[in-house]
C-alpha cells in the first residue's frame, strides 16, 4: 500500500475537522481529540492516524481498531455501532490516549484521514 489512503480511496467525507494533540514528554504520553463535521452521509467510516514515531494507543473513545502496522506508526480506526452512519453536518468526536518511548523526542501526527468505507462488493 503506497498511501495511508491506499486502502480506501482519497473520499474525504468531513467538512470541518479539529484535531488536538497533547503531549506529556517527559511520561511518554499522547492524547488526541478530533472533532469532525460530517458533509455527506455514509454508512461506514474509518479514521487513520498516520505518526512519525511509534505510539501505542491505550485507549480510544467513540471508534474501535481495525488495524495498526508492525512499527505502530499507522493506525486505522472504524466506528462503534452509535457512530457508525453519518449524515450532514453530524459531528463526531474521538479521544485517544496512547504512550511512547520517551526519549526526549514527541510523537507527531504526519497525516490524518476521515473517509467513508465501502467494502468490496
Known sequence: SSGIN???GDDRIYSDLKYNEKVLLERGMMEVRASLVAKKSADDWRFAIFLDKPVKWTHFWNCKLISVNKFNTIWTFG?????????????????FNGKFEPDGEAPQTVT??????????
Open 6 to 8: 491506499a486502502e480506501y
Open 79 to 95: 466506528p462503534m455501532p452509535w457512530t457508525k452512519k453519518v449524515k450532514p453536518g453530524q459531528k463526531i468526536n474521538l479521544g
Open 112 to 121: 490524518k484521514s476521515f473517509v467513508e468505507y465501502k467494502p468490496d462488493e
